[in-house]
């Protein structure tokens, strides 16, 4: 059987960059050959040379825009037109849109949009007000797309049911949950008596002011590794957390090794890439109760409802007070993290790819 030709879009910002590479890498020992079709800024030489060390990879560089940086839909629909031509162009098999606006233009390939997130479901967990009219472009374009695919995918059944609530679609994403791949060259070490988090601190639904508040409250240093700026100039102003900036990812697993107590104040988290990467190094978990985090590692992390500050320091300070309990907490999480790997993710979409690619087949044959 000949290897299936997907063509994948990306970008080298944020997260999605991380979950593409690892599921090309993922999905080449199960015969997919993956054009990854890179949106917005260039990647770094690290990011290039890590893209072309996969196997079965192709890295195209196309400059298009990113959604989440334009004032209108006319230079995204663009941006999907050529993704379309692209795709016809590397004689692809079908497409995956990690950008689901992009696909509001056909390709007339068979088709996935994977949806990490999107400005409107953002904004309602953020603001809890109605979208501010300047992005209603992007809403109607983001439903255009997800109505224009075979398939929508999200990466947990709560987003999922989220996503599908507030587009109103008539079927619910499938869910598929990301992974990554646990670090074999850091060892983590014995327990130490301090507090990280992770994430985009100037993003106002990662909670960061509330974790400034708990910091306040600990005997022990509370770091925070992550953007103080965001892309339109959003900014966040901390007294108590000890910032370290946005870390390169073996800095950032160095830290992990050290088993910090890991905690996310999250209220709006499609999957959440952070709290595995510290689950895969044993660090024991302090997550806001959504239905995300419920859903991943409910039975495998400490929950905390609410924005009281004395909750939070008190469900960290009893961790720090008994390593027993949190040697115990970070092997539950390390087991737990050991379900989400790429290849679990691979083995899901590939499934999917094929069964889009049969059925188009078989109606063009008909």
């Not at 953020?126 to 009219?133: D, G």
């Amino acid at each position: 059987m000949r290897p299936l030709r997907l063509l994948m879009t990306a970008d080298a910002v944020g997260g999605v960059w991380q979950y593409a590479t690892d599921l090309a890498s993922a999905l080449a020992p199960l015969g997919v050959e993956t054009t990854l079709a890179v949106l917005g800024p260039a990647p770094s030489a690290d990011q290039r040379a890590a893209a072309s060390a996969i196997a079965g990879v192709t890295l195209v560089e196309t400059s298009l825009p990113l959604d989440w940086l334009c004032e209108s839909a006319v230079p995204v629909r663009a941006a999907g037109a050529a993704i379309a031509d692209l795709a016809r162009t590397q004689a692809a098999d079908l497409i995956q849109y990690n950008m689901p606006t992009l696909a509001a233009v056909s390709g007339g390939l068979p088709s996935i949009a994977v949806t990490h997130g999107c400005v409107s479901t953002w904004w309602e967990a953020a603001k809890r007000t109605p979208l501010a009219q300047p992005y209603h472009w992007h809403r109607a374009l983001m439903l255009e797309g997800l109505r224009s695919v075979d398939q929508v995918v999200a990466p947990t059944r709560a987003y999922a049911d989220g996503v599908a609530a507030h587009y109103r679609l008539a079927r619910a994403p499938v869910a598929v949950h990301n992974g990554r791949v646990a670090p074999a060259d850091i060892k983590p070490t014995s327990l130490s008596d301090q507090v990280l988090t992770a994430g985009r601190m100037w993003d106002s639904v990662k909670n960061a002011a509330l974790l400034d508040r708990v910091a306040a409250r600990l005997a022990v240093p509370f770091h925070a590794a992550g953007a103080l700026v965001g892309p339109h100039n959003e900014r966040i102003a901390l007294e108590h957390l000890h910032t370290l900036g946005e870390l390169d990812a073996g800095v950032l697993r160095r830290r992990l090794a050290d088993r910090p107590v890991f905690v996310s104040a999250a209220s709006f988290e499609p999957f959440g890439l952070a709290v595995l990467e510290a689950a895969q190094a044993g660090c024991a978990l302090v997550l806001s109760d959504i239905a995300t985090f419920r859903e991943l590692w409910d039975g495998a992390a400490v929950f905390v409802t609410g924005e009281d500050e004395r909750d939070w320091a008190a469900a960290v300070d009893a961790l720090i007070a008994d390593p027993g309990c949190r040697h115990a907490a970070g092997e539950a999480a390390r087991t737990r993290a050991a379900r989400y790997t790429p290849a679990a993710t691979a083995q899901a979409m590939a499934t999917l790819y094929r069964g889009l690619v049969s059925e188009h087949t078989t109606r063009a044959a008909a």
